[in-house]
Protein backbone atom coordinates (compact mmCIF):
# COMPACT_ATOMS: atom_id res chain seq x y z
CA UNK A 1 0.00 0.00 0.00
CA UNK A 2 2.53 2.43 0.65
CA UNK A 3 4.39 1.93 -2.14
CA UNK A 4 1.61 2.54 -4.11
CA UNK A 5 0.69 6.13 -2.43
CA UNK A 6 3.66 7.34 -2.74
CA UNK A 7 6.34 8.09 -5.85
CA UNK A 8 10.04 6.73 -5.70
CA UNK A 9 12.30 6.54 -8.84
CA UNK A 10 15.30 5.27 -8.99
CA UNK A 11 18.06 4.88 -11.52
CA UNK A 12 21.47 3.86 -11.52
CA UNK A 13 24.96 2.76 -13.52
CA UNK A 14 27.85 0.88 -12.44
CA UNK A 15 30.96 1.00 -14.40
CA UNK A 16 34.70 -0.37 -14.78
CA UNK A 17 36.03 2.38 -15.59
CA UNK A 18 39.53 2.24 -17.32
CA UNK A 19 39.36 -1.44 -15.47
CA UNK A 20 38.27 -5.08 -17.10
CA UNK A 21 36.31 -5.81 -14.33
CA UNK A 22 33.66 -3.80 -12.67
CA UNK A 23 34.26 -4.42 -8.56
CA UNK A 24 31.55 -2.40 -7.82
CA UNK A 25 27.59 -3.70 -7.61
CA UNK A 26 24.31 -2.29 -6.87
CA UNK A 27 21.08 -3.60 -6.26
CA UNK A 28 17.46 -2.47 -4.71
CA UNK A 29 14.47 -3.97 -4.07
CA UNK A 30 10.65 -2.49 -3.60
CA UNK A 31 8.30 -4.40 -1.50
CA UNK A 32 4.58 -3.00 -1.08
CA UNK A 33 5.44 -1.39 2.71
CA UNK A 34 9.93 -0.86 2.33
CA UNK A 35 12.01 -0.50 -0.36
CA UNK A 36 16.39 -0.73 0.38
CA UNK A 37 18.80 0.11 -2.14
CA UNK A 38 22.42 -1.24 -1.46
CA UNK A 39 25.64 0.27 -3.13
CA UNK A 40 29.18 -1.54 -2.42
CA UNK A 41 32.85 -1.78 -3.75
CA UNK A 42 34.36 -4.83 -3.91
CA UNK A 43 37.97 -4.22 -1.87
CA UNK A 44 40.01 -7.00 -2.72
CA UNK A 45 41.63 -8.97 -5.86
CA UNK A 46 39.94 -12.46 -6.03
CA UNK A 47 39.63 -13.39 -8.96
CA UNK A 48 36.49 -16.00 -8.70
CA UNK A 49 34.76 -14.50 -5.70
CA UNK A 50 33.05 -11.01 -6.15
CA UNK A 51 32.59 -9.97 -2.63
CA UNK A 52 30.54 -6.61 -4.26
CA UNK A 53 28.09 -9.09 -5.48
CA UNK A 54 28.23 -11.45 -2.73
CA UNK A 55 27.50 -8.11 0.40
CA UNK A 56 24.59 -6.93 -1.99
CA UNK A 57 22.60 -10.17 -2.59
CA UNK A 58 22.92 -11.00 1.34
CA UNK A 59 21.79 -7.71 2.14
CA UNK A 60 18.92 -8.10 0.07
CA UNK A 61 18.05 -11.64 1.28
CA UNK A 62 18.20 -10.77 4.64
CA UNK A 63 16.12 -7.35 4.36
CA UNK A 64 13.33 -9.54 2.08
CA UNK A 65 12.77 -12.08 5.04
CA UNK A 66 12.55 -9.55 7.64
CA UNK A 67 11.99 -6.01 6.38
CA UNK A 68 12.29 -3.52 8.88
CA UNK A 69 13.34 0.20 9.31
CA UNK A 70 14.38 -0.55 12.80
CA UNK A 71 18.06 0.12 13.71
CA UNK A 72 18.50 -3.51 14.69
CA UNK A 73 17.27 -4.78 11.83
CA UNK A 74 19.55 -2.43 9.72
CA UNK A 75 22.20 -3.81 11.79
CA UNK A 76 21.57 -7.13 11.15
CA UNK A 77 21.19 -6.68 7.31
CA UNK A 78 25.15 -5.41 7.36
CA UNK A 79 25.97 -8.09 9.91
CA UNK A 80 24.68 -10.32 7.59
CA UNK A 81 27.07 -9.13 4.65
CA UNK A 82 29.76 -8.86 6.75
CA UNK A 83 29.65 -12.98 7.83
CA UNK A 84 29.10 -14.08 4.32
CA UNK A 85 32.46 -12.09 3.28
CA UNK A 86 34.35 -13.73 5.86
CA UNK A 87 32.59 -17.28 5.11
CA UNK A 88 33.15 -16.91 1.57
CA UNK A 89 37.07 -15.87 2.23
CA UNK A 90 39.03 -18.82 1.18
CA UNK A 91 41.80 -18.01 -0.81
CA UNK A 92 42.08 -14.41 0.14
CA UNK A 93 40.21 -12.32 2.44
CA UNK A 94 37.13 -10.88 0.78
CA UNK A 95 36.24 -7.55 2.19
CA UNK A 96 33.88 -4.40 0.56
CA UNK A 97 33.02 -0.98 1.65
CA UNK A 98 28.98 -0.38 1.59
CA UNK A 99 26.08 2.07 1.99
CA UNK A 100 22.62 1.20 2.38
CA UNK A 101 19.58 2.64 2.84
CA UNK A 102 16.33 1.17 3.61
CA UNK A 103 13.02 3.37 3.77
CA UNK A 104 9.33 2.80 4.44
CA UNK A 105 8.43 5.39 1.89
CA UNK A 106 8.25 7.81 4.72
CA UNK A 107 11.17 7.89 6.25
CA UNK A 108 14.61 6.31 5.95
CA UNK A 109 17.22 4.87 7.70
CA UNK A 110 21.56 4.54 6.13
CA UNK A 111 24.34 2.25 7.32
CA UNK A 112 27.36 2.82 6.12
CA UNK A 113 31.17 0.39 6.62
CA UNK A 114 33.98 2.30 4.62
CA UNK A 115 34.04 4.90 2.55
CA UNK A 116 30.89 4.24 -0.10
CA UNK A 117 28.46 7.42 0.55
CA UNK A 118 25.23 8.24 1.10
CA UNK A 119 23.88 11.89 0.47
CA UNK A 120 20.51 13.59 0.73
CA UNK A 121 19.59 16.39 -0.77
CA UNK A 122 16.29 18.79 -0.44
CA UNK A 123 15.46 21.75 -2.00
CA UNK A 124 17.98 21.15 -4.08
CA UNK A 125 20.77 21.91 -1.44
CA UNK A 126 22.56 19.17 0.11
CA UNK A 127 21.05 18.25 3.45
CA UNK A 128 23.20 15.46 4.94
CA UNK A 129 25.83 13.37 3.78
CA UNK A 130 27.23 9.79 5.72
CA UNK A 131 30.74 9.92 7.29
CA UNK A 132 33.15 7.92 5.62
CA UNK A 133 35.25 5.43 8.32
CA UNK A 134 38.42 6.43 7.22
CA UNK A 135 42.11 7.81 8.73
CA UNK A 136 41.14 10.77 6.80
CA UNK A 137 37.81 11.44 7.76
CA UNK A 138 38.99 10.76 11.77
CA UNK A 139 41.54 13.34 10.54
CA UNK A 140 39.30 15.93 9.37
CA UNK A 141 37.05 15.32 12.10
CA UNK A 142 39.48 16.51 14.25
CA UNK A 143 39.78 19.43 12.24
CA UNK A 144 36.48 20.49 11.59
CA UNK A 145 37.34 20.33 7.79
CA UNK A 146 35.16 18.12 6.24
CA UNK A 147 35.50 19.94 2.56
CA UNK A 148 39.11 18.04 2.62
CA UNK A 149 38.31 14.70 2.47
CA UNK A 150 37.99 14.28 -1.30
CA UNK A 151 41.62 15.07 -2.16
CA UNK A 152 43.29 13.20 1.63
CA UNK A 153 46.08 10.78 0.94
CA UNK A 154 44.28 8.35 3.82
CA UNK A 155 40.80 8.64 2.19
CA UNK A 156 41.09 5.12 1.59
CA UNK A 157 43.15 4.04 4.87
CA UNK A 158 39.43 2.50 6.01
CA UNK A 159 39.08 2.05 9.44
CA UNK A 160 36.13 -0.53 9.31
CA UNK A 161 34.39 -2.74 6.71
CA UNK A 162 32.77 -5.59 5.44
CA UNK A 163 35.04 -8.29 5.80
CA UNK A 164 37.59 -6.84 8.42
CA UNK A 165 38.98 -9.54 11.14
CA UNK A 166 37.45 -8.16 13.95
CA UNK A 167 35.45 -5.42 16.06
CA UNK A 168 33.25 -4.75 12.67
CA UNK A 169 31.08 -1.47 13.30
CA UNK A 170 28.75 -0.39 11.03
CA UNK A 171 27.50 3.30 11.49
CA UNK A 172 23.55 2.73 10.91
CA UNK A 173 21.96 6.59 11.31
CA UNK A 174 18.80 7.67 13.49
CA UNK A 175 15.66 7.61 11.28
CA UNK A 176 15.47 10.84 8.93
CA UNK A 177 11.82 11.87 7.73
CA UNK A 178 11.59 12.22 3.89
CA UNK A 179 9.81 14.96 2.03
CA UNK A 180 8.66 15.29 -0.98
CA UNK A 181 11.22 16.17 -3.76
CA UNK A 182 14.10 14.79 -2.00
CA UNK A 183 16.51 13.68 -3.83
CA UNK A 184 19.00 10.46 -2.07
CA UNK A 185 22.12 9.39 -3.82
CA UNK A 186 24.42 6.54 -2.95
CA UNK A 187 27.90 6.34 -4.45
CA UNK A 188 31.23 4.68 -4.60
CA UNK A 189 35.02 6.15 -4.19
CA UNK A 190 35.26 5.98 -7.94
CA UNK A 191 33.03 9.03 -8.40
CA UNK A 192 32.65 10.77 -5.30
CA UNK A 193 36.55 11.43 -5.52
CA UNK A 194 36.54 13.48 -8.43
CA UNK A 195 33.03 14.81 -8.24
CA UNK A 196 32.22 17.20 -5.11
CA UNK A 197 28.82 18.41 -3.11
CA UNK A 198 28.36 21.72 -5.03
CA UNK A 199 28.97 19.70 -8.67
CA UNK A 200 26.36 17.25 -7.34
CA UNK A 201 24.17 19.81 -6.37
CA UNK A 202 24.84 22.02 -9.48
CA UNK A 203 24.45 18.59 -11.97
CA UNK A 204 20.99 18.41 -9.20
CA UNK A 205 19.29 21.75 -10.84
CA UNK A 206 19.27 20.79 -14.47
CA UNK A 207 17.73 17.42 -14.14
CA UNK A 208 14.43 16.57 -14.44
CA UNK A 209 14.40 13.28 -13.31
CA UNK A 210 17.07 10.26 -11.86
CA UNK A 211 17.93 9.20 -15.44
CA UNK A 212 19.08 12.73 -16.51
CA UNK A 213 20.80 13.15 -13.02
CA UNK A 214 22.91 9.94 -12.97
CA UNK A 215 23.75 10.76 -16.65
CA UNK A 216 25.11 14.83 -15.40
CA UNK A 217 26.69 13.28 -12.84
CA UNK A 218 28.81 10.73 -15.02
CA UNK A 219 29.22 13.67 -18.00
CA UNK A 220 31.05 15.92 -14.84
CA UNK A 221 32.87 12.92 -13.52
CA UNK A 222 34.49 12.08 -17.51
CA UNK A 223 35.01 15.59 -18.10
CA UNK A 224 38.13 15.56 -15.70
CA UNK A 225 39.70 13.18 -18.02
CA UNK A 226 41.55 11.01 -15.55
CA UNK A 227 44.62 8.71 -17.01
CA UNK A 228 43.34 6.69 -15.27
CA UNK A 229 39.35 5.80 -13.98
CA UNK A 230 38.41 3.80 -11.32
CA UNK A 231 35.72 1.77 -10.96
CA UNK A 232 32.16 3.80 -10.14
CA UNK A 233 28.70 3.17 -9.17
CA UNK A 234 26.06 6.09 -9.13
CA UNK A 235 22.36 5.66 -7.75
CA UNK A 236 19.99 8.52 -8.09
CA UNK A 237 16.23 8.41 -6.23
CA UNK A 238 13.97 11.15 -6.77
CA UNK A 239 11.45 10.96 -4.07
CA UNK A 240 8.50 12.83 -6.03
CA UNK A 241 6.04 11.63 -3.09
CA UNK A 242 5.96 10.27 0.20
CA UNK A 243 3.54 7.91 1.64
CA UNK A 244 1.38 10.27 3.99
CA UNK A 245 0.74 8.96 7.27
CA UNK A 246 -2.67 8.10 8.44
CA UNK A 247 -4.50 10.29 10.96
CA UNK A 248 -4.98 7.23 13.30
CA UNK A 249 -1.64 7.11 13.49
CA UNK A 250 -0.97 10.59 14.19
CA UNK A 251 -3.41 10.97 17.04
CA UNK A 252 -1.42 7.60 18.49
CA UNK A 253 1.55 9.95 18.23
CA UNK A 254 -0.21 13.01 19.61
CA UNK A 255 -1.06 11.14 22.45
CA UNK A 256 2.36 9.91 23.09
CA UNK A 257 3.38 13.30 22.97
CA UNK A 258 0.77 14.59 25.39
CA UNK A 259 1.29 11.36 27.54
CA UNK A 260 5.16 12.91 28.04
CA UNK A 261 4.09 16.18 28.41
CA UNK A 262 2.21 15.39 31.44
CA UNK A 263 4.56 13.05 32.76
CA UNK A 264 6.96 16.31 32.40
CA UNK A 265 4.57 18.22 34.44
CA UNK A 266 4.49 15.96 37.12
CA UNK A 267 8.30 15.87 36.89
CA UNK A 268 7.92 19.63 38.28
CA UNK A 269 10.97 21.41 39.60
CA UNK A 270 13.82 19.78 38.63
CA UNK A 271 12.37 19.83 35.07
CA UNK A 272 12.27 23.27 35.03
CA UNK A 273 15.79 23.27 35.92
CA UNK A 274 16.80 21.33 33.23
CA UNK A 275 14.86 23.13 30.60
CA UNK A 276 16.31 26.33 32.23
CA UNK A 277 19.54 24.66 31.94
CA UNK A 278 19.15 23.79 28.00
CA UNK A 279 18.39 26.82 27.57
CA UNK A 280 21.33 28.65 28.69
CA UNK A 281 23.33 25.98 26.69
CA UNK A 282 21.37 27.09 23.56
CA UNK A 283 22.08 30.99 23.99
CA UNK A 284 25.60 30.12 24.43
CA UNK A 285 25.60 27.91 21.08
CA UNK A 286 23.72 30.71 19.52
CA UNK A 287 26.18 33.26 20.56
CA UNK A 288 28.91 31.04 19.09
CA UNK A 289 27.33 30.41 16.28
CA UNK A 290 27.21 34.27 15.52
CA UNK A 291 30.90 34.50 16.22
CA UNK A 292 31.74 32.38 13.96
CA UNK A 293 29.15 33.96 11.14
CA UNK A 294 31.42 37.20 12.14
CA UNK A 295 34.71 36.30 12.35
CA UNK A 296 34.64 33.88 9.22
CA UNK A 297 32.95 37.84 7.39
CA UNK A 298 35.75 39.44 8.29
CA UNK A 299 37.90 37.18 7.14
CA UNK A 300 35.96 36.59 3.83
CA UNK A 301 36.60 40.73 3.78
CA UNK A 302 40.03 40.25 3.94
CA UNK A 303 40.48 37.69 1.05
CA UNK A 304 41.73 34.87 3.85
CA UNK A 305 39.04 32.28 2.15
CA UNK A 306 40.44 29.31 3.58
CA UNK A 307 40.21 31.04 6.83
CA UNK A 308 36.28 32.25 6.06
CA UNK A 309 35.25 28.18 5.16
CA UNK A 310 36.60 26.70 8.35
CA UNK A 311 34.46 29.59 10.41
CA UNK A 312 31.35 29.51 8.24
CA UNK A 313 31.54 25.15 8.47
CA UNK A 314 32.00 25.83 12.40
CA UNK A 315 28.71 28.11 12.54
CA UNK A 316 26.87 25.97 10.18
CA UNK A 317 27.44 22.61 12.63
CA UNK A 318 26.48 24.82 15.56
CA UNK A 319 23.28 25.75 13.98
CA UNK A 320 22.69 22.15 12.96
CA UNK A 321 22.45 21.29 16.64
CA UNK A 322 20.24 23.95 17.56
CA UNK A 323 18.49 23.18 14.56
CA UNK A 324 18.42 26.20 13.13
CA UNK A 325 17.67 26.00 9.24
CA UNK A 326 17.52 29.55 8.69
CA UNK A 327 21.27 29.86 9.74
CA UNK A 328 21.70 26.41 8.49
CA UNK A 329 21.07 27.65 5.16
CA UNK A 330 22.41 31.31 5.44
CA UNK A 331 25.55 29.71 6.32
CA UNK A 332 25.43 26.95 4.07
CA UNK A 333 25.35 29.28 1.37
CA UNK A 334 28.22 31.21 2.02
CA UNK A 335 30.41 28.58 2.49
CA UNK A 336 29.38 27.40 -0.92
CA UNK A 337 30.01 30.80 -2.50
CA UNK A 338 33.51 30.67 -0.26
CA UNK A 339 34.15 27.29 -1.98
CA UNK A 340 33.39 28.46 -5.64
CA UNK A 341 35.70 31.23 -4.70
CA UNK A 342 38.65 29.14 -3.77
CA UNK A 343 37.86 26.72 -6.44
CA UNK A 344 37.82 29.48 -9.33
CA UNK A 345 41.51 31.09 -8.17
CA UNK A 346 43.05 27.58 -8.06
CA UNK A 347 41.34 27.02 -11.48
CA UNK A 348 43.20 29.90 -13.22
CA UNK A 349 46.21 29.36 -11.15
CA UNK A 350 46.76 26.40 -12.94
CA UNK A 351 45.33 28.49 -16.19
CA UNK A 352 42.20 26.58 -16.30
CA UNK A 353 40.66 29.88 -17.45
CA UNK A 354 37.08 28.27 -18.48
CA UNK A 355 36.90 26.70 -15.38
CA UNK A 356 37.84 29.69 -13.23
CA UNK A 357 34.77 31.97 -15.22
CA UNK A 358 32.72 28.70 -14.48
CA UNK A 359 33.25 28.91 -10.76
CA UNK A 360 33.02 32.23 -10.47
CA UNK A 361 29.53 32.65 -12.15
CA UNK A 362 28.10 29.64 -10.05
CA UNK A 363 29.39 31.84 -6.70
CA UNK A 364 28.20 34.66 -8.51
CA UNK A 365 24.46 33.06 -8.93
CA UNK A 366 24.42 31.26 -5.21
CA UNK A 367 25.26 34.54 -3.42
CA UNK A 368 22.08 36.23 -4.84
CA UNK A 369 20.70 33.74 -2.43
CA UNK A 370 22.18 35.82 0.82
CA UNK A 371 21.78 39.60 -0.26
CA UNK A 372 24.33 39.59 -2.98
CA UNK A 373 26.55 37.89 -1.06
CA UNK A 374 30.60 38.53 -2.36
CA UNK A 375 29.14 40.72 -4.96
CA UNK A 376 31.78 42.99 -5.28
CA UNK A 377 34.56 40.50 -4.98
CA UNK A 378 32.99 37.83 -7.63
CA UNK A 379 32.49 40.46 -10.15
CA UNK A 380 36.01 42.16 -9.45
CA UNK A 381 37.38 38.51 -10.09
CA UNK A 382 35.69 37.59 -13.51
CA UNK A 383 36.81 41.93 -14.41
CA UNK A 384 39.98 40.73 -13.63
CA UNK A 385 40.26 37.90 -15.62
CA UNK A 386 42.11 39.20 -18.45
CA UNK A 387 44.79 40.22 -16.15
CA UNK A 388 44.93 36.99 -14.51
CA UNK A 389 45.82 35.51 -18.16
CA UNK A 390 48.75 38.05 -18.76
CA UNK A 391 50.07 36.80 -15.45
CA UNK A 392 50.14 33.14 -15.82
CA UNK A 393 50.86 33.61 -19.41
CA UNK A 394 53.97 35.84 -18.47
CA UNK A 395 54.90 33.56 -15.54
CA UNK A 396 54.55 30.30 -17.78
CA UNK A 397 57.43 32.14 -20.07
CA UNK A 398 59.39 33.02 -16.93
CA UNK A 399 59.46 29.15 -16.09
CA UNK A 400 60.53 27.97 -19.38
CA UNK A 401 63.36 30.64 -19.32
CA UNK A 402 64.24 29.43 -15.69
CA UNK A 403 64.27 25.43 -17.97
CA UNK A 404 66.62 26.98 -20.39
CA UNK A 405 68.84 28.47 -17.17
CA UNK A 406 68.36 31.73 -19.23
CA UNK A 407 67.61 33.17 -15.21
CA UNK A 408 68.49 37.45 -16.04
CA UNK A 409 65.32 36.81 -18.76
CA UNK A 410 63.14 34.54 -16.50
CA UNK A 411 63.79 37.32 -13.70
CA UNK A 412 62.36 39.96 -15.49
CA UNK A 413 59.25 37.86 -16.47
CA UNK A 414 58.13 36.81 -12.76
CA UNK A 415 58.91 40.59 -11.67
CA UNK A 416 56.63 41.40 -14.28
CA UNK A 417 53.91 38.98 -13.65
CA UNK A 418 54.29 39.87 -10.04
CA UNK A 419 53.58 43.12 -10.45
CA UNK A 420 50.56 42.95 -11.90
CA UNK A 421 49.24 39.64 -9.63
CA UNK A 422 50.21 42.85 -6.51
CA UNK A 423 47.97 45.33 -8.53
CA UNK A 424 44.54 43.11 -8.47
CA UNK A 425 45.71 40.81 -5.21
CA UNK A 426 45.63 37.70 -7.23
CA UNK A 427 45.76 34.74 -5.07
CA UNK A 428 48.83 33.40 -6.67
CA UNK A 429 51.28 36.23 -6.06
CA UNK A 430 52.93 34.24 -3.27
CA UNK A 431 53.92 31.28 -5.43
CA UNK A 432 55.12 34.03 -8.29
CA UNK A 433 57.41 35.43 -5.21
CA UNK A 434 58.99 32.08 -4.20
CA UNK A 435 59.89 31.65 -8.14
CA UNK A 436 61.72 35.10 -8.01
CA UNK A 437 63.91 34.10 -5.21
CA UNK A 438 64.77 30.81 -6.08
CA UNK A 439 65.42 32.76 -10.01
CA UNK A 440 67.69 35.34 -7.37
CA UNK A 441 69.09 32.49 -5.81
CA UNK A 442 70.30 31.12 -9.38
CA UNK A 443 71.83 34.66 -10.24
CA UNK A 444 73.46 34.94 -7.21
CA UNK A 445 75.24 31.56 -7.74
CA UNK A 446 75.26 31.99 -11.44
CA UNK A 447 77.70 35.65 -10.74
CA UNK A 448 79.63 33.97 -7.78
CA UNK A 449 80.53 31.11 -10.76
CA UNK A 450 82.24 33.97 -12.89
CA UNK A 451 83.81 35.96 -10.26
CA UNK A 452 85.49 32.69 -9.54
CA UNK A 453 86.70 31.91 -13.40
CA UNK A 454 87.75 36.09 -13.03
CA UNK A 455 89.95 35.48 -10.12
CA UNK A 456 91.46 32.35 -11.44
CA UNK A 457 92.13 34.21 -14.50
CA UNK A 458 94.01 36.82 -12.55
CA UNK A 459 96.00 34.10 -10.99
CA UNK A 460 97.16 32.45 -14.30
CA UNK A 461 98.44 35.97 -15.11
CA UNK A 462 100.24 36.29 -12.30
CA UNK A 463 101.90 33.04 -12.51
CA UNK A 464 102.88 33.97 -16.20
CA UNK A 465 104.48 37.12 -14.77
CA UNK A 466 106.31 35.51 -12.25
CA UNK A 467 107.62 32.66 -14.48
CA UNK A 468 109.00 35.56 -16.63
CA UNK A 469 110.48 37.21 -14.02
CA UNK A 470 108.05 40.11 -13.94
CA UNK A 471 107.03 40.36 -10.53
CA UNK A 472 105.78 44.08 -10.06
CA UNK A 473 102.79 42.77 -12.82
CA UNK A 474 102.76 39.23 -10.81
CA UNK A 475 102.03 41.10 -7.45
CA UNK A 476 99.39 43.27 -8.98
CA UNK A 477 97.39 39.98 -10.43
CA UNK A 478 97.60 38.09 -7.33
CA UNK A 479 96.20 41.01 -5.33
CA UNK A 480 93.32 41.03 -7.25
CA UNK A 481 92.29 37.60 -7.61
CA UNK A 482 92.73 37.08 -3.80
CA UNK A 483 90.35 40.05 -3.13
CA UNK A 484 87.86 38.65 -5.20
CA UNK A 485 88.60 35.17 -3.83
CA UNK A 486 87.73 36.62 -0.36
CA UNK A 487 84.54 38.09 -1.20
CA UNK A 488 84.00 34.31 -2.66
CA UNK A 489 85.09 33.40 0.57
CA UNK A 490 87.06 30.53 -1.09
CA UNK A 491 89.48 30.66 1.61
CA UNK A 492 91.37 27.61 0.60
CA UNK A 493 92.01 30.02 -2.53
CA UNK A 494 92.95 33.08 -0.12
CA UNK A 495 95.89 31.13 1.52
CA UNK A 496 97.43 30.48 -1.90
CA UNK A 497 97.92 33.05 -3.14
CA UNK A 498 99.11 34.40 0.13
CA UNK A 499 101.97 32.25 0.07
CA UNK A 500 102.53 33.56 -4.00
CA UNK A 501 102.25 37.07 -2.71
CA UNK A 502 105.39 35.92 -0.17
CA UNK A 503 107.63 34.87 -2.93
CA UNK A 504 106.46 37.64 -5.18
CA UNK A 505 107.67 40.45 -2.74
CA UNK A 506 110.83 37.98 -1.48
CA UNK A 507 111.74 38.51 -5.14
CA UNK A 508 111.28 42.66 -5.03
CA UNK A 509 112.79 43.01 -1.43
CA UNK A 510 115.76 40.34 -1.07
CA UNK A 511 116.75 40.40 2.11
CA UNK A 512 120.89 41.23 1.99
CA UNK A 513 123.95 39.60 3.72
CA UNK A 514 125.90 41.35 7.03
CA UNK A 515 128.54 43.02 5.94
CA UNK A 516 132.48 41.55 7.37
CA UNK A 517 134.70 43.70 8.68
CA UNK A 518 138.36 44.23 6.57
CA UNK A 519 141.29 42.74 7.38
CA UNK A 520 144.75 42.95 5.90
CA UNK A 521 146.06 39.68 4.28
CA UNK A 522 149.34 40.35 5.04
CA UNK A 523 149.62 40.42 8.40
CA UNK A 524 150.52 37.93 10.55
CA UNK A 525 147.70 37.67 13.44
CA UNK A 526 150.30 36.99 15.94
CA UNK A 527 152.12 40.40 15.16
CA UNK A 528 148.99 41.88 14.86
CA UNK A 529 148.36 40.92 18.47
CA UNK A 530 151.62 41.82 19.57
CA UNK A 531 151.31 45.19 17.80
CA UNK A 532 148.04 46.17 19.45
CA UNK A 533 149.22 45.08 22.60
CA UNK A 534 152.43 47.52 22.18
CA UNK A 535 150.12 50.16 21.24
CA UNK A 536 148.07 49.59 23.86
CA UNK A 537 151.20 49.81 26.63
CA UNK A 538 152.40 53.24 25.07
CA UNK A 539 148.83 54.69 25.36
CA UNK A 540 148.78 53.72 29.20
CA UNK A 541 151.59 55.46 29.18
Known amino acids: M??????FKTSFLSEAGSFMQN????????????????????LDTDQEMKSAEL????????????????????????????????????RVRL?????????????????????????????????????????????????????????????????????????????????????????LLLTTPGFWEDVNEVEMADALELAKDPIQYTDLLEEVLLSRQNKIINNYTIAAVFV??????????????????????????????????????QAKKLAELAVEMKDHEETGNL???????EEALMEYSKGRNIAKKLKDPVHRNLLGTKLRVTQ??????????AGKFPEAMEQFEKASQEGKIVKNFGKDVIQQKIANMDSIVQIVETTKNGDHQFDSEDYFTALASYEKARKKAVAISFSGEPQIKTKIEETEEKIAELKKVQKELKAESLEKNGDNSYAKQD??????????????YQETELLAKVLGLERKIMNVNEKLNPVLPTPVADVSPNLDPLESEEESSENVGKGGE
Open 471 to 484: YVNALDSYVLAQEI
Open 95 to 183: KASIVIVVSNYSKLIYAVAGNSRFYHFRNGSLLHRSNDQSLAQEIVNEKNRSFEINKHEEKSNLLNYLGKPNDFKPYISKKMKLMDGDV
Open 340 to 349: LIINGDKAAE
Open 240 to 277: NKVYQESNKKKMKYIKIIAAALIATLIVGGSTLFYQAK
Open 23 to 42: RDYFAYTELDDMVCWVAVKG
Open 55 to 90: AVKAVLESFMEKPSLSKNSVKRYMKKAHQQLQIQSL
Open 299 to 305: YFEDASY
Open 2 to 7: RRENSD
